[in-house]
T-cell receptor, first 112, second 112 residues
Framework: DQQVKQNSPSLSVQEGRISILNCDYT??????FLWYKKYPAEGPTFLIS?????DKNEDGRFTVFLNKSAKHLSLHIVPSQPGDSAVYFC???????????FGTGTRLKVLA | DAGITQSPRHKVTETGTPVTLRCHQT?????MYWYRQDPGHGLRLIHY???????DKGEVSDGYSVSRSKTEDFLLTLESATSSQTSVYFC???????????FGQGTRLTVV
């Protein structure tokens, strides 16, 4: 049973516009959420995170929003750049554990 | 970059043979993880470790075993490799708490 879901396998956005990547989760015991970016033939790299006590966290062009009542997480990238083209994974950390549960990923393509 | 080294980076092996993948860290992090990445499945946790000689199963642990005899090394063994274990394997480390995990570059394993 997939506890962290990314329902859009792919997304294309024009350079300079906003990219919105979505993630849904089913486990209300998740208390920490993360986004990772992955280029081909490389390991995932950490982008941004958010604790369940917050609803927004911003770092430069990247903002993560958390809606606990809807069990929904989103990553906004503004403005999108061609170098942002990659696979993005959301991940969640169940309270009291040190495991990271990942979604299936969304491939973002930013068109120049 | 976090000090994580995976070896080997690529391996081709025959069905039924044992295979061991190595993860070495220089960060002195307590937590270490093995994930596999497959199309349509994202990153799935195989096993993780929360200290020397302390390990636990993840989502897809069947057919795999791990060992951690030193803080810096976490070994993943495929006891008898099968074609379904053809995948890209990633090691990750974490300091625990609400912090991010850092990933290695990955090992591409092909079982023929």
């Amino acid at each position: 049973d997939q506890q962290v879901k990314q329902n859009s396998p792919s997304l294309s956005v024009q350079e300079g516009r906003i990219s919105i990547l979505n993630c849904d989760y089913t486990n209300s015991m998740f208390d920490y959420f993360l986004w990772y970016k992955k280029y081909p033939a490389e390991g995932p790299t950490f982008l941004i995170s958010i604790s369940s006590i917050k609803d927004k966290n911003e770092d430069g062009r990247f903002t993560v929003f958390l809606n606990k009542s809807a069990k929904h997480l989103s990553l906004h990238i503004v403005p999108s750049q061609p170098g942002d083209s990659a696979v993005y994974f959301c991940a969640a950390n169940p309270s009291g554990t040190y495991k990271y549960i990942f979604g299936t990923g969304t491939r973002l393509k930013v068109l120049a | 970059d976090a000090g994580i080294t995976q070896s080997p980076r690529h391996k081709v092996t025959e069905t039924g043979t044992p295979v061991t993948l190595r993860c070495h860290q220089t960060e002195n992090h307590r937590y270490m993880y093995w994930y596999r990445q497959d199309p349509g499945h994202g990153l799935r946790l195989i096993h993780y470790s929360y200290g020397v000689k302390d390990t636990d199963k993840g989502e897809v642990s069947d057919g795999y075993s791990v060992s951690r005899s030193k803080t810096e090394d976490f070994l993943l063994t495929l006891e008898s490799a099968t074609s379904s274990q053809t995948s890209v394997y990633f090691c990750a480390i974490s300091g625990g708490g609400n912090t991010e995990a850092f990933f290695g570059q990955g090992t591409r394993l092909t079982v023929v």
